[in-house]
């Protein structure tokens, strides 16, 4: 079956040119060619979706986000939540989140993993990404993320310090973390993700203490690869850059602080960095506020903000990749995943630039960019309509109004073009309970 989508442009995720009148051939889920109306010969019996007034691009991605954080858009006090869910009722809320994220045309995601006081949510994770795969449920391409660190590391701090931990929650040593991550393999996760500094976002913890040695983070990321997986590293200092580059990670995950050196070695290694500066902002300090982080902790991400966003500047300019990754969880909320590029733009990228982070980046930081990333003959077909011109405002991709098409794999799942009703969850954003109110 051949699909024809006529658009009013098409940023096709390339950072080429756009193009004006633009027609995408489908074949079943994967594009069979691009170009201009007067130049791509529709067949007579191709379904036509007609999307002359919208601006299509490819779907967009997310990859960095925690999709079994909590619940803060369903808790008031997301401490609560951390002791009041159980694992199953959690993995409803994970494809939940995805689903909201899906629907603003985030059609790949990375999620990074969490633990609980019943363990590590892997299993559960992993079986709302079969079960999207399987067609069950609609939603976005899934990869899952495991936490694989040591004891007394940020990501566990994640849950209080006297919470409960009755299994095999963290390890310490090289074997003892080889046997982790391959646990955690096991289970079906698709990166291994670990942690080399301290974080911002957890009751005490100092940002710059070292939460792996050299020799334990090398183990970690020769076993992720040994199976021929991904290593996601959690990085909040110029030390944790050096660490993961020598070891050679995948991506390094936040952008808060560096020197030159560490700068200099994440170019030549060529490793993407994710940045995830919404969960850095004003913003996103009050939503924490308000579903009751600590003070101690509104106070550390509030001394933090400056160094981040001073780090992105100098890694741009550097000429660093970057992919896009928004570190979603208590906030600031999930579908709101686009206003990462608003911050991007205010710190000095293009429009365009914004864009190519949650398309051909993106897709190349998790090495799927053979498949994702760009709209073009042979790919994957992945693409959203968008109401208004994100070159010129980027802004217009976090209205969900502006959403006009959202496809996955050559199936359209969202359609809210004139006329048109097709949405994959009938819950108005916001609309839900508060369970502990």
Not at 14 to 28: D, K, Q, S
Request: negative net charge.
């Amino acid at each position: 079956m051949i699909t024809a989508i006529k658009g009013a442009s098409l940023i096709d995720g390339t950072g080429g040119p756009v193009l004006t009148n633009p027609v995408i051939l489908i074949e079943g889920t994967r594009i069979k060619s691009v170009g201009a109306a007067s130049t791509v010969k529709i067949p007579p019996d191709a379904e036509i979706i007609d999307a002359s007034g919208y601006t299509l691009m490819p779907g967009l991605m997310d990859i960095h986000v925690h999709f079994c954080m909590f619940n803060s858009r369903t808790f008031q006090n997301y401490r609560v939540s951390q002791f009041e869910i159980t694992p199953e009722l959690q993995q409803m809320y994970g494809l939940f989140h995805s689903q909201l994220s899906f629907e603003m045309g985030f059609t790949t995601m990375r999620d990074l993993g969490l633990l609980s006081y019943a363990g590590l949510l892997v299993p559960q994770m992993c079986a709302v990404r079969d079960a999207i795969n399987a067609g069950i449920f609609g939603g976005p391409r899934l990869l899952i993320g495991a936490f694989t660190n040591i004891t007394n590391a940020h990501l566990e701090l994640v849950l209080p310090r006297n919470a409960p931990r009755p299994t095999f929650q963290t390890a310490d040593g090289p074997w003892e973390l080889r046997k982790m991550a391959r646990v955690n393999l096991r289970h079906g996760c698709d990166v291994i993700k670990t942690s080399a500094s301290g974080g911002g976002g957890t009751d005490k913890e100092a940002p710059d203490v070292r939460n792996m040695t050299q020799e334990e983070i090398d183990a970690i990321v020769d076993e992720a690869h040994a199976f021929h997986k991904q290593c996601a590293v959690h990085c909040f200092t110029a030390e944790s850059h050096r660490m993961s580059v020598k070891a050679g990670a995948d991506t390094i995950e936040h952008m808060v602080f560096h020197d030159e050196d560490s700068i200099e070695k994440i170019v030549e290694s060529g490793i993407y960095v994710i940045p995830t500066l919404s969960h850095r902002t004003d913003h996103a300090i009050e939503i924490r506020k308000s579903t009751g982080t600590a003070q101690n902790v509104l106070t550390k991400m509030k001394q933090i903000q400056p160094f981040c966003f001073d780090t992105f500047q100098k890694m741009h300019k550097a000429g660093v990749n970057i992919a896009m990754g928004t570190d979603m969880g208590y906030e600031p909320g999930f579908g709101s995943n686009a206003g990462e590029l608003e911050i991007y733009v205010q710190f000095g990228m293009t429009p365009m630039e914004a864009i190519l982070t949650a398309t051909r980046n993106a897709a190349r930081a998790i090495r799927m960019g053979d498949d994702l990333g760009t709209v073009e003959a042979g790919k994957i077909a992945d693409v959203i309509a968008v109401k208004g011109d994100p070159l010129t405002d980027i802004r217009v991709l976090q209205e969900r109004k502006n959403i006009g098409l959202v496809m996955k794999d050559g199936t359209v799942f969202v359609d809210r073009r004139p006329g048109k009703s097709k949405e994959v969850i009938d819950v108005e954003p916001d609309s839900w309970k508060f369970i502990d109110r």
